[in-house]
């Protein structure tokens, strides 16, 4: 079976277009989305459309990038990784294989 790896803005792309996300959350998503690893609990109920455990679980930063964070996800990440908890526990599942090849 072949992946394709779904590639995500550079990281100074994406902190320009959303600057109030901080580096744990861009590397949270960016294990998410690269390699199949779960996040905590924030962003996680963030990608399952969960907003008030999301809510209750955010620190004051967290808080504060929601926001953004929402926009990131919708705008730069996969849409079949973010909506619902059916979707990150399949999303979860799939196997991370490092090596990626396109189809030729």
């Keep these: 079976m072949r ?7 550079p990281r100074d792309t994406a902190k320009n277009r959303y600057p109030l996300i ?6 949270s998503l960016e ?21 008030v455990e999301a809510v209750t679980q955010a620190d ?4 504060i990038a929601l926001r953004q964070i929402v926009l990131y996800i ?18 979860v599942a799939q196997p991370y294989n490092p090596v990626c090849q396109k189809e030729a």
Excluded at 3 to 9: A, G, K, N
């Design 31 to 51: 294990r998410y989305v690269q390699e199949h690893i779960r996040c905590g609990g924030f962003l996680n109920a963030v990608l399952e459309n969960n907003l």
């Design 3 to 9: 992946h394709e790896r779904f590639v995500l803005p």
């Design 74 to 91: 919708y705008n730069e990440m996969p849409g079949n990784c973010w909506g619902d908890s059916e979707k990150v526990k399949a999303w």
């Design 60 to 63: 004051r930063d967290a808080s």
């Design 22 to 27: 901080e580096a744990r959350f861009f590397d």
